[in-house]
């Protein structure tokens, strides 16, 4: 089965400066990947997905993640956060085969300073 | 209106009531979803619908009973709740359930207060 880790419970950044929030994932096949973003009394919103091809797939609102096979890795960046993007981010990965084995990270806080 | 919606938005509720929650998507998907999102938890995946049918039952409690009439409408029946029940309880709907390639789509939830 797969899993996966967000190591950071909450990250704080001040607005303007970069981001990276971290995913790990653990699947013995070539895992589907995906970022959603929750801001408060919202559902999740989709902010980018790899399935394959080029490892640097690039999302909605500037947000960008890499896929590093060698590390079981898959980092959301921004290179300059803006205070909207306060939220909470949740990593998941998709087991080949079915789109209902969806497994979520725990998530992490993101809160940006002025 | 768009995308995936759900009604209510918050619900409070006593141990010995029923009550439903609803979701409905306007995006022509043929599989739904519910997840639970407890503080500090993962989402955990509930039920799965594909074509009205269930194919996904995650050892839910049976005080929970989902019905999906067709493929844009699913409820979740809720009876003789407990306290631990309390969370974010979030819809989700996708083109096929069995596509590997598929994104699920979210609506707002129903945050559920059980007293």
């Known amino acids: 089965a797969q899993s996966v880790t967000q190591p950071d419970i909450h990250i704080t950044v001040s607005e303007g400066a970069s981001l990276e929030l971290r995913c790990n994932y653990s699947?013995?096949?070539?895992?589907?990947l995906f970022w959603y973003v929750q801001s408060p009394g919202q559902g999740l919103q989709l902010l980018l997905k790899?399935?394959?091809?080029?490892?640097l797939v690039q999302g909605i609102k500037g947000f960008e993640a890499e896929f590093k096979r060698s590390q079981s890795s898959f980092n959301l960046r921004k290179p300059s956060v803006h205070w909207s993007d306060a939220a909470e981010y949740f990593c998941?990965?998709?087991?080949?085969?079915?789109?209902?084995?969806?497994?979520f990270g725990s998530g992490t806080q993101l809160t940006v300073l002025p | 209106e768009t995308g995936v919606t759900q009604t209510p938005r918050h619900l409070v509720m006593g141990m010995t009531n029923k009550k439903s929650l609803k979701c409905e998507q306007h995006?022509?998907?043929?599989?739904m979803y519910w997840y639970k999102q407890s503080a500090k938890k993962p989402l955990e995946l509930m039920f799965v619908?594909?074509?009205?049918?269930?194919?996904e039952n995650n050892s839910v409690p049976s005080r929970f009973s989902p019905e999906c009439p067709n493929s844009s409408h699913l409820f979740l029946h809720l009876h003789t709740l407990q306290p631990e029940d309390s969370a974010l309880y979030l819809c989700?709907?996708?083109?096929?359930?069995?596509?590997?390639?598929?994104?699920?789509?979210f609506g707002p939830g129903t945050r559920l207060t059980v007293l």
């Open positions: 699947y013995g096949a070539t895992p589907y």
């Open positions: 998941a990965v998709g087991a080949s085969g079915s789109a209902r084995q969806l497994t």
């Open positions: 790899y399935f394959s091809g080029d490892t």
């Open positions: 619908y594909s074509l009205e049918e269930r194919v």
């Open positions: 989700a709907s996708s083109q096929e359930a069995f596509a590997s390639t598929d994104t699920q789509y």
């Open positions: 995006l022509g998907h043929n599989a």
